[in-house]
């Protein structure tokens, strides 16, 4: 099982109540999960000192948890809720995979540039955090924004559909790291005439709590099932997972529930333009503001 989602209530919700927007596959073959099992004893090798052996009677930090509630991705969740679901869920469906290729965190950002410079038609993203910004990254630019828009400006159809934010924090008047994203590259597109939209997602009217999804579909061919965020911290230095499916059902199925949240995330409201600058450069030198 390789899941974008927390096993929480809103990750995992109850029929009936609402959840997140997460992508999920079960696989069925040997040699992968052998590489998953492989994974999972390094991660659980014991001569690190990083894990408690609770059967040999190894002791528990001791922690207060929190109550669910107090989870501000709960909160929001709970605020939205209020009862039934309005949408149906999108089915699960069966089909045939060529090839299922293991990523993880922090050893993934090759593979995902791979992905995303082998897209020769299309590319879809859904991403819950997708920032411009990393701050260990050459000139503090998002490697992964930067691909993206490097696919557009080869002629790739490239849609980005990223999380509201606000769901979290409805009263914070700055632009969400999401919403600067979207007005960057809606400026890319328009100043350079790309094949290039982004937009964020209408949580009211698709009918989720929030986009916790980490997807891509490329060429309607490979797809990416994924835990892994596009902020730095999560590429660079957590233990991820991500499979990239090489499978003409994956991503149509993949496909229909992007095209089920896009469709009903299009807004009239965009971005105050500015005059074009003649290079992506530019925008950084201005520290990502528009003025």
Same mark, same amino acid.
């Given at each position: 099982l390789?899941s ?6 809103? #990750?995992?919700?109850v ?26 004893? =390094? ?11 609770l ?12 109550p ?11 605020a939205?809720?209020? #009862?039934a679901?309005?949408?149906?869920? %999108?089915?699960? =469906? ?6 299922a290729?293991?990523l ?11 992905? %995303? ?8 993203i ?9 701050n ?10 930067? !691909? ?17 934010e606000?769901?979290f924090?409805?009263?914070?008047? =700055?632009?969400t790291?999401?919403?600067r994203?979207?007005a960057?590259?809606? =400026? ?12 964020i ?27 892994i965020?596009g ?18 059902d ?25 005059p074009?600058?003649?290079?992506v450069?530019?925008?950084? !030198? ?6």
């Amino acid at each position: 099982l390789i899941s974008s989602e927390n096993f929480t209530g809103t #990750g995992h919700p109850v029929a009936g109540m609402l959840g997140n927007r997460g992508w999920e596959v079960v696989l069925e073959d040997r040699a992968f999960t052998s590489e998953m099992t492989a994974l999972f004893r =390094e991660d659980t090798d014991l001569r690190f000192s990083d894990v408690t052996d609770l059967v040999k009677g190894g002791a528990l930090p001791q922690v207060t948890a929190k109550p669910e509630k107090q989870d501000p991705n709960t909160r929001a969740a709970l605020a939205l809720a209020k #009862g039934a679901r309005k949408n149906r869920a %999108i089915p699960s =469906e069966t089909g045939q995979v060529a090839n299922a290729s293991l990523l993880t965190s922090p050893e993934a950002m090759p593979g995902l540039t791979q992905l %995303i410079r082998g897209a020769r038609e299309s590319l879809e993203i859904e991403h819950m955090s997708f920032p411009m910004s990393w701050n260990g990254a050459p000139g503090g630019k998002s490697p992964w924004v930067q !691909e993206v828009l490097k696919a557009a400006k080869r002629g790739v159809n490239v849609r980005v559909l990223l999380n509201d934010e606000r769901t979290f924090n409805p009263k914070d008047p =700055e632009l969400t790291a999401n919403e600067r994203t979207v007005a960057f590259l809606l =400026e890319e597109a328009r100043c350079n005439r790309l094949p290039l939209d982004a937009r964020i997602v209408n949580v009211k009217k698709v009918g989720l709590t929030y986009i916790h999804n980490k997807g891509m579909i490329a060429d309607d061919r490979r797809t990416l099932v994924s835990s892994i965020n596009g902020t730095e911290n999560s590429v660079t230095n957590n233990r991820e997972v991500a499979v990239l499916l090489d499978s003409a059902d994956a991503a149509a199925y993949y496909g229909k529930a992007f095209d089920y949240d896009w469709e009903r995330s299009e807004s009239n409201e965009r971005p105050a333009t500015v005059p074009c600058s003649p290079s992506v450069e530019s925008w950084f !030198e201005l520290g990502g503001m528009f003025y």
